[in-house]
């Protein structure tokens, strides 16, 4: 089983469209979980940590699930721009590696 | 510069040689990562350097690939006697500290091998 596990979409969704992403995790001894941006042809960018309560940033909220072994993203009112693959993020320990999935592709339509 | 840089960007070689891949992190980052993706394929870890420990290299694919951080800064990505399944994009990373979730990467550098 791999370490990190993502749908590899495509997710295509029209503009405003709420569309959400879910990862799951092998290890239940990680302890950070982060999601990250790539654009086509171009390197990946942090776009949120998620944390043990859930949290949101503007259209974006990441939740955690340790019970269950997964994290979720959703994107609320999407927009053109959006479209990019996510890529979700574990690291066992602080010190530890960073493991990524193989990311989810989201396309919105006009 | 500002951020981490990576040459060649692309690189294109014979089945057989050996080919090395540099990368400069930002100033002051102590943690330096390489990891590979092939087109379309998710990002697979290569190698991680944390200040003087000893790096992780439990992702490196054969004892064809070597890596070493010199004075905790620069880093070169060595791939001997290269196979056209070493053909993808090496991508290096920096992050200011072990414990930080955030990596900044470089641009890459495409290899592809004939």
């Known amino acids: 089983r791999k370490e990190v596990e993502q749908d590899p979409g495509p997710f295509n969704v029209p503009e405003g469209a709420t569309v959400a992403f879910n990862c799951t995790y092998s290890n239940s001894a990680s302890q950070s979980f982060f999601w990250y941006r790539q654009d086509c042809r171009k390197e990946p960018k942090l776009l949120m940590s998620v944390y043990s309560s859930g949290n949101e940033d503007g259209r974006f909220t990441a939740q955690l699930n340790r019970a269950s072994q997964y994290i979720s993203l959703l994107i609320r009112d999407s927009k053109l721009s959006d479209s990019a693959t996510y890529l979700c993020?574990?690291?066992?320990?602080?010190?530890?590696?960073?493991?990524f999935g193989t990311g989810t592709r989201l396309a919105v339509r006009p | 510069g500002a951020g981490v840089s990576q040459s060649p960007s692309n690189k294109v070689t014979e089945k057989g040689k050996d080919v090395e891949l540099r990368c400069d992190p930002i100033s002051g980052h102590t943690a330096l990562y390489w990891y590979r993706q092939s087109l379309g394929q998710g990002l697979e870890f290569l190698i991680y350097?944390?200040?003087?420990?000893?790096?992780?290299k439990s992702g490196l694919p054969s004892d064809r690939f070597s890596a070493e951080r010199t004075g905790g800064s620069v880093s070169t990505l060595t791939i001997q006697r290269t196979q056209q399944e070493d053909s993808a994009v090496y991508l290096c990373?920096?992050?200011?500290?072990?414990?930080?979730?955030?990596?900044?990467f470089g641009e890459g550098s495409r290899l592809t091998v004939l």
């Open positions: 990373a920096s992050s200011l500290e072990a414990g930080t979730g955030e990596l900044f």
């Open positions: 350097f944390q200040g003087n420990s000893a790096p992780d």
């Open positions: 993020v574990v690291r066992k320990s602080s010190g530890d590696k960073l493991t």
